[in-house]
């Protein structure tokens, strides 16, 4: 392990790191899946030498995360023992001494024979396609982020008929080092290496095998915080602590069960979930208009305003009562972005856990615009200056950066302190994360993505409602949206909401 360290290939995880570890080790959190489909199927052999090629580049894809105690970890950071005491130091993560293509895709690994074969199965019926019900049956999948032998994601690979050949595949992670950015960059990248394949291949199934491959490989970077200081200003906590207020006393709740663990809530689902794709031409369209009625607008403020004023309008979500004043909404980013304009500084954060977030309170009644364009559009520009505001004073780092202060950790155990503000609380708001825009390079005859679709349900955090949305110039934006079960009356009734914020959007 010390020798790891001096080679930069093992180190301890930063504070974000930690945070999805015990999301982990405290069964907060299950998985986010990215499905991709590639213009044309691959071989085991071709997949392989590809996926090689990417974690050579980027070694944070093949590391491993050391609980304590393990494999009694989770006993472990159960007890009281554990739990009385502060998280002064969070666990090491290294570099796994050996990747197999077998320890990627799951399609033939013991554990998830009976998911794999579900969902196999249902692609067989449904023409090939993905679909809500697959990302139903995978929506609980739990990778092990302790695990000594294998990385913290999958690929379950979707047969092209008879032939032992893929061109369809789902990305499962458990958050561990990776997030919505990172799964589209990997496909991006796999269709890219699959062009440069030679046609004479090894007969191996290698990955990653550290004895001969340790001397060309770069550290591991530093954690994100390292370089970007989530830690907020006292004048921030203040806010911070003055919005809980008004969530907690004139905020929405869900008329839902109260939160719990994920191992918790039996077998019965506890989320409604949707599917929704805007094709290409019609992602032109929107575009259009978007950039008629505001030029410097982007995408995802505009997806804020469909998506709040058509909850509204469906009469289906909130209740009208006096005491429901505000909705909060949180508003993800990849914050690294916000590194320095060093291309060879944002390479090292390709991969990773590098997430933020915006949490604001906004009036349910400002999303009322009925049928006035005009006030619609003025909600779109309102909430980009919101974005544009949070971007400068640093917003989206401060949430998760609260739980990085030092007067925190030393007096606190992190793990409890996240269990107190999630378990047993009912849930309230809505979740957005757009992982954004990805244009293709489209090789003649070559390899590039076709489609991506991002999703993820709702754990055991306290938001009722979660949009994930990804787009491509070539399959047009998927949108896959979940409901917690009580928070409207059917799935019926949750359909109806996502097939009218469509409806909104395109009617605009």
Known sequence: ?????????????????NYFSITQRQKLYANFSMYCELSKPCSPKQ????????????????????????????????????????TLQHEDMRLLDNVLLSDIVMNEQEEYGTVVSEAIE??????????????????????????????????????????????????????????????????RDLSEQLNHVPETLPDSDIIFNYSSDYEGLRKLPDPIENRIDYKPPISYLLQLLSSSYVRDYLGYYSKGPLVTRIDEVGENKTYYSYFLNF??????????????????????????????????????????????????????????????????????????????????????????????KDAFWSLVDYYQGVFNSAMEKKHY???????????????????????DDLLGKPRQGVILSNVGYFQQKKETDGYYVRDLVFAQSLGSLRHTFVCNSCTTDVGGMNI??????????SEHDWADVCELFKEQTLAL
């Open 47 to 86: 997949l392989a030498y590809a996926l090689r090629s990417i974690c050579l580049q980027n070694p944070i894809l093949v590391h491993q995360v050391l609980p304590k105690h393990w494999p009694n970890h989770l006993e472990y950071y159960a007890s009281d023992e554990f739990l009385a005491q502060p």
């Open 480 to 489: 896959v949206a979940c409901a917690a079960q009580g928070s409207v009356a």
């Open 122 to 187: 249902e692609f067989s019926q449904n023409g090939g396609q993905y679909s809500k019900k697959i990302f139903d049956i995978i929506a609980d999948i739990r990778i092990p982020y302790g695990d000594p032998l294998k990385p913290n994601w999958r690929l379950l690979c979707f047969p092209e008929g008879e032939s032992n050949l893929w061109r369809k595949f789902i990305y499962i992670t458990n958050h561990c080092s990776s997030d919505g950015r990172s799964a589209a960059n990997l496909m």
């Open 397 to 419: 780092l401060f949430p998760l950066g609260a739980l990085m202060l030092d007067s925190l950790r030393e007096k606190s155990n992190m793990d409890k302190v996240i269990m």
């Open 1 to 17: 392990m010390d020798s790891l360290k001096e080679r930069g290939h093992a180190r301890p995880l930063g504070h974000l790191e």
């Open 279 to 372: 094709s290409a031409e019609q992602m032109k369209t929107i575009k259009q208009k978007l950039k008629s009625r505001l030029p410097g607008c982007t995408m995802t403020p505009f997806l804020q305003a469909c998506w709040l004023t058509s909850m509204y309008k469906s009469g289906r979500v909130f209740s009208k009562s006096m005491r429901e004043w505000f909705f909060d909404v949180v508003i993800t980013m990849n914050t690294a972005q916000m590194l320095p304009d060093d291309p060879e500084l944002r390479s090292m954060y390709k991969y990773g856990s590098n997430v933020g977030g915006t949490r604001y309170n906004y009036l349910i009644s400002s999303f009322n615009v009925g049928e006035d």
